[in-house]
């Protein structure tokens, strides 16, 4: 069993960017859904190097509140380093990882404890839906899900997002990795352990606007692509395989056609066609070489990833 009904400590991992104009809202929400718990609670409030009023409103939210422990990163690292830096802080039987700009919804919170006490160790947020939602980026989240499926990234829920409880068992392995390039939802549903799903529709954004933009999500879809496959370096020598086994049939069907059979289709291969043909063969062979040194460059890049992954100012 992930949990007992006996009391425990529920850490709330909350990163942040530029959200000055809704944190007091959404504070204010949290701190209402988890009164009345038996559960001794820490909630950490990371922030990603925000240039607002952020980390004004932040400090003066912990000093309100004792159960509030704030990290306030050097820069803006990035949201995966944030929930990681969170992550790491972070002393619970379980933690809970939630967004600060209020689309994750606070009043599911008792919802994961209920899924991870009756022995669930990972327990993720599914959006089903998202109020306000344009089309290009929920197509791009469906293409997103469908090409991590295609190039065989293993237990990847269509929808699955970064809200999410863990066990104080995953959050220890967690801690162990040392990607630089992190998806971290990803490198979670990697560790594996017993799962259950929680569908829900995502809310609007009650202030402010995305702070995620396209480029960032592009470069997180990157991300996921290369932390959790090694198929994109091994595309290379695929079509090398490919172009090589097609390159070789039609050399022989054109020597057999023209030379051997005197040409009965009519087709008049040239010399140059035949070249062309050649070429392309050799083309092939390049890139199944480069497919091999992928192999090697994919071992390489596992191996050396050893920067810090943030730094805490205060």
């Not at 063969?281 to 070489?289: A, E, H, R, S, T």
């Amino acid at each position: 069993m992930a949990a007992s009904d006996k009391p425990f400590l529920l850490s709330i991992v909350i990163p942040v960017f530029n959200e000055s104009e809704g944190l007091a809202h959404f504070h204010a929400a949290l701190d209402r859904e988890l009164k009345g718990h038996g559960w001794r609670q820490q909630i950490i409030y990371v922030d990603d190097g925000s240039n607002d009023e952020t980390p004004a409103i932040l400090k003066k939210i912990a000093a309100g509140d004792e159960r509030v422990k704030l990290l306030s990163l050097s820069r803006n690292f990035g949201k995966e380093q944030a929930t990681t830096a969170g992550l790491h802080a972070a002393v619970g039987d379980a933690v809970i990882i939630i967004d600060g700009d209020g689309q994750h919804p606070v009043e599911l919170i008792p919802k994961f404890v209920q899924r991870w006490q009756k022995g669930a160790h990972v327990v993720i947020g599914v959006r089903t839906a998202n109020q306000k939602e344009g089309f290009i980026k929920r197509a791009g989240s469906r293409l997103f899900y469908s090409s991590l499926r295609v190039f065989g990234v293993p237990n990847i829920v269509p929808g699955s997002t970064d809200f999410r409880l863990i066990d104080k068992q995953v959050l220890s392995e967690f801690k162990k990795l040392t990607e630089r390039n992190r998806v971290t939802r990803a490198l979670i549903d990697w560790l594996g352990y017993e799962r259950d799903y929680i569908d829900f529709v995502a809310n609007p954004r009650r202030h402010g606007t995305a702070t995620y933009s396209f480029k960032k999500l592009v470069r997180l879809a990157l991300n996921g692509f290369v932390s959790l496959s090694f198929m994109p370096l091994y595309l290379s020598g695929y079509m090398g395989v490919f172009i090589t086994f097609l390159s070789f049939i039609a050399s022989i069907f054109a020597i057999v056609e023209k030379y051997l059979l005197g040409d009965p289709l009519g087709w008049n291969i040239t010399g140059t066609a035949i070249l062309g043909i050649m070429i392309l063969f050799l083309v092939g062979i390049l890139l199944i070489g480069q497919g091999l040194l992928a192999i090697y460059v994919a071992r390489i890049y596992t191996e050396v990833q050893n920067r810090p992954l943030y730094i805490i100012k205060d």
